[in-house]
Every structure is written in C-alpha cells, then in structure tokens.
T-cell receptor, first 110, second 114 residues
Framework: SQQGEEDPQALSIQEGENATMNCSYK?????LQWYRQNSGRGLVHLIL?????REKHSGRLRVTLDTSKKSSSLLITASRAADTASYFC??????????FGKGTTLSVSS | DAGVIQSPRHEVTEMGQEVTLRCKPI?????LFWYRQTMMRGLELLIY????????DSGMPEDRFSAKMPNASFSTLKIQPSEPRDSAVYFC????????????FGDGTRLSIL
C-alpha cells in the first residue's frame, strides 16, 4: 500500500533554529496530515492539508503541499527543546484509513 | 474531555498466553483504528471499524489476531496464542469520520511476549 516517506530520518538542531521535514508519497490523495509523537506517548495530530490547498499555518508550524510533485513539507520555526519528538506524515487516499510514513526524529538541544 | 483510553498500558506475558487489549474511543467518534508500532516496521494499520462494523482487516497479521467492537464505546484486540514476535506497542485511535478528519490516539499498550 502507498506510504509517505519522510526525509530526513533524523534531524538535530539547536534551539531557535528552524526545522524542515519533507514527505513524499506515490498516488493521488484527498488530504495529508502531520502528527507528532513524544517518547512513550501516542501520536498527536498537528495539521491537515487538503489536496486543493497549497499552504497552511498553525502557530509555529507551516505545511506546504505540492500535489504535482507528490510532496509535502513541515516547517517548525524557532524550535524549542519541547519540540523534540518524532514527526509523521500520513496520507488519506480514498477517504478511508490513513497510511503513515516511518517518521523523522527531531532533536532540539538547548 | 477524555481522550482515547487504552488499557493496560503495559503487558508482559509468556508465549502462548491469550492477550486482550482494550480501547475506549472518544465519545461521538464513529471510526476506530488499531495500529501496531515497531522499530522495524513502523506504524502498521491492523484493522478499522466504522459505526462498530469492521471495514478492513487486511492488516491483521495472522488468524491469531482478532478484534471486536461490540458497541460505540468499546473495542478489543485479542491475540491468541501470543508469540514473541507480537511484542510491540499497540495503539488505538478514533475519529469523527472515516476520512478527512484527524485521528486521536491513545497512549498505547506496550506488549512484551517472553
């Protein structure tokens, strides 16, 4: 089944820097979602972008979607230590279940 | 508001034993999903329900796995008999609709089969 592929697999930055994660997928989608997972916890929904949208903002998060390239990016501005987590993209192909990628592990050091 | 509640949080048992994982979705959500997460395979969708009806169980790895949703507020995932390779974190998630909406995850059950 189709799966989003995040890039990079791991990212280490300093507090205050921006973090950019990318997601590529293979087939047409209805929407794409980004989730965060802190160690030992469940996934938390961050943002949903529909196939007819190109960019969306939520606080320090900015998500872009390029359906022609079948890719999305998540930008976290002014990173904080509390942003340390794994980030997953998930694609919704047919309005049914989500397919998750394997995630990007972000480490933000103070 | 209470989120998705899973129990137990941790389970350690011996190979061959029956394991039952439980999930209470968010009230009013009509879609429920069971996932398994491992380092090797990432997050795998096992089965999902809509309005208490199983829609797709193609992700269930073997006949040893079964899931039920007897009512809108409760679901179980059962493994019988359990094997060491079943060791993983199992997540339940619920959503207000089958597609186009965020999923809300529980904190998972960490299962270790010895």
């Amino acid at each position: 089944s189709q799966q989003g592929e995040e890039d990079p697999q791991a990212l280490s930055i300093q507090e205050g820097e921006n973090a950019t994660m990318n997601c590529s997928y293979k087939t047409s989608i209805n929407n794409l979602q980004w989730y965060r997972q802190n160690s030992g916890r469940g996934l938390v929904h961050l943002i949903l972008i529909r196939s007819n949208e190109r960019e969306k903002h939520s606080g320090r998060l900015r998500v872009t979607l390029d359906t022609s390239k079948k890719s999305s990016s998540l930008l976290i501005t002014a990173s904080r230590a509390a942003d340390t987590a794994s980030y997953f993209c998930a694609t919704d192909e047919a309005g049914t279940a989500l397919i998750f990628g394997k995630g990007t592990t972000l480490s933000v050091s103070s | 508001d209470a989120g998705v509640i899973q129990s137990p949080r941790h389970e350690v048992t011996e190979m061959g034993q029956e394991v039952t994982l439980r999930c209470k979705p968010i009230s009013g959500h009509n879609s429920l999903f069971w996932y398994r997460q491992t380092m090797m395979r990432g997050l795998e969708l096992l089965i999902y329900f809509n309005n208490n009806v199983p829609i797709d169980d193609s992700g269930m790895p073997e006949d040893r796995f079964s899931a039920k949703m007897p009512n809108a507020s409760f679901s179980t995932l059962k493994i019988q008999p359990s094997e060491p390779r079943d060791s993983a974190v199992y997540f339940c998630a619920s959503s207000s609709s089958l597609g186009g909406q965020p999923q809300h995850f529980g904190d998972g059950t960490r299962l270790s089969i010895l």
